[in-house]
């Protein structure tokens, strides 16, 4: 799939929303003077996922992207293959319902049990076949420029966002050299990495040239969720565990983390990062104001 290239951020293919319906909500309170103030909270809602008739998961979400969602947590627990027919996505929106449908049954519905999601980026939700499909990842050995990683850098910090109204949110864009290209927010992380993923499924779109930028912390889950999507570089403001870094290691993977202005860690994939850019040339990273939504 050719994919359009963004000049500015009206040019995301998908983009944050602040604004949309349903996604936050003003709840009054006091502040630390005992004065009124109104906030912009994120909202919480469950999502059941369904694989033709068999009940997978239940995940807390934001609401948004239901479809895109359960693709890709599908597809990243390894219950989706690339070579599955989906031959239908329904969405019942009074129900908090997704039902994936394929043209067969899959080998996960005999075998599979119902597991809960939380918010709380994740726990429990490593499957032991992912940890096995990782014997099968091999990563293109593609370039990754410093200067693509300072311009994403200015670029997704600087988009409006859930996270700049409201905080209380993770974001994981998908990229492609020194452009974003689909940002996805979410209450857990794995969540926007599963919209992104469930994006690319739908659309056939490659992996192989891609980035991923998160948020939040290259946990062993963040890093086994990106190998698996085949996408060779992953990189983060946020920093690393040990685990991460040694799965990272194992699969090829290019991590990144502590990415703020100028500054940036390696502790994997070294060989694919071609230093373009004098880093004193960069500018420092601004200190950002206060976030939105607070009102007296």
Do not use: H
């Given at each position: 799939m050719q994919l359009p290239q963004p000049k500015d951020l009206a040019d995301y293919l998908i983009a944050p929303n602040p604004a949309?319906?349903?996604?936050?909500?003003?709840v009054t309170g006091t502040d630390q003077t005992g004065a009124e103030i109104t906030l912009s909270v994120v909202e919480e809602r469950p999502l059941t996922i369904f694989l033709n008739s068999q009940e997978i998961v239940t995940a807390m979400t934001i609401g948004d992207y239901p479809e895109y969602l359960a693709l890709g947590f599908l597809r990243n627990q390894g219950m989706l293959k690339d070579g599955d027919a989906v031959t239908g996505v329904e969405y019942d929106e009074d129900l908090e319902v997704v039902v994936v449908r394929t043209a067969s049954q899959t080998t996960f519905e005999e075998k599979v049990k119902k597991k809960?999601?939380?918010?709380?980026?994740?726990?429990?939700?490593?499957?032991?076949?992912?940890?096995?499909?990782?014997?099968?990842?091999?990563?293109?050995?593609?370039?990754?420029?410093?200067?693509?990683?300072?311009?994403?850098?200015?670029?997704?910090?600087?988009?409006p966002s859930l996270y700049l109204e409201a905080g209380a949110i993770h974001g994981t864009v998908l990229c492609q050299g020194d452009q974003p290209l689909v940002y996805m927010e979410d209450v857990g992380r794995h969540n926007a990495v599963d919209k992104i993923a469930g994006w690319m499924f739908k659309h056939g779109v490659g992996a192989e040239d891609k980035i991923l930028y998160t948020t939040g912390r290259l946990t062993s889950e963040m890093?086994?969720?990106?190998?698996?999507?085949?996408?060779?570089?992953?990189?983060?403001?946020?920093?690393?565990?040990?685990w991460g870094v040694e799965i990272a290691r194992q699969v090829g993977l290019t991590c990144i983390g502590r990415m703020r202005g100028r500054r940036f860690v390696c502790l994997s994939g070294e060989d694919r990062l071609v230093r373009d850019v004098d880093p004193e040339t960069v500018p420092e990273e601004a200190r950002k104001a206060g976030r939105k939504g607070a009102k007296a």
């Open positions: 949309a319906l349903r996604l936050t909500r003003a809960t999601r939380t918010s709380g980026c994740a726990v429990g939700t490593v499957f032991g076949d992912m940890m096995e499909g990782l014997d099968q990842v091999r990563l293109p050995p593609v370039e990754l420029r410093t200067s693509w990683l300072y311009a994403l850098a200015a670029k997704i910090n600087t988009t890093v086994i969720k990106t190998a698996l999507m085949g996408i060779p570089v992953l990189a983060s403001r946020s920093g690393f565990t040990a």
